[in-house]
């Protein structure tokens, strides 16, 4: 199988708003990691793939939000055990597919930045 993954991903919760376009208010969660290209997170309802989200990542380190558009590529069930319990949730990844090449830029360069200071654990290639 070939890898697809373009952008060196940090697997770190990053406050993340989105809204669909049917949407009045944007929703919002915490990313469980990011890249370049895209994001995973836990949206507070499902959302099937192709449905269209307006993002906005608020990374520590920038001073200011990164906005920019993404596509939901996958949704999947899964388990989350919090306080003793176990509940369903949904996890969904999302590509990037509008964003101002600067922004695009400060976010990789941030990610580069988290990924030196750690041990290298939190990283995969996408």
């Known amino acids: ?3 697809r993954r373009q952008f060196v991903r940090l697997s770190d919760r990053v406050p993340l708003a989105y809204r669909a376009p049917t949407e009045p208010q944007p929703s919002h969660s915490m990313t469980s990691d990011l890249s370049g290209g895209g994001v ?3 949206p507070t309802q499902p959302l099937p793939p192709g449905t269209r989200l307006q993002m906005e990542l ?3 380190g920038l ?3 990164i906005p920019f558009m993404a596509e939901v590529t996958w949704s999947q069930q899964s388990a989350v055990i919090a306080s003793a319990q176990r509940e369903e949730s ?3 990844g999302a ?3 509008e964003i101002a090449p ?3 830029e400060a976010l990789v360069r941030r990610i580069q930045r988290c990924l030196q200071g750690s ?3 939190r990283a995969a290639q996408q």
């Open 1 to 3: 199988m070939q890898e």
């Open 40 to 42: 995973r997170f836990r």
């Open 58 to 60: 608020r990374v520590p």
């Open 63 to 65: 001073d200011r939000p």
């Open 90 to 92: 949904v996890e969904i």
């Open 95 to 97: 590509r990037i597919i």
């Open 102 to 104: 600067a922004d695009q």
């Open 119 to 121: 041990s290298g654990s």
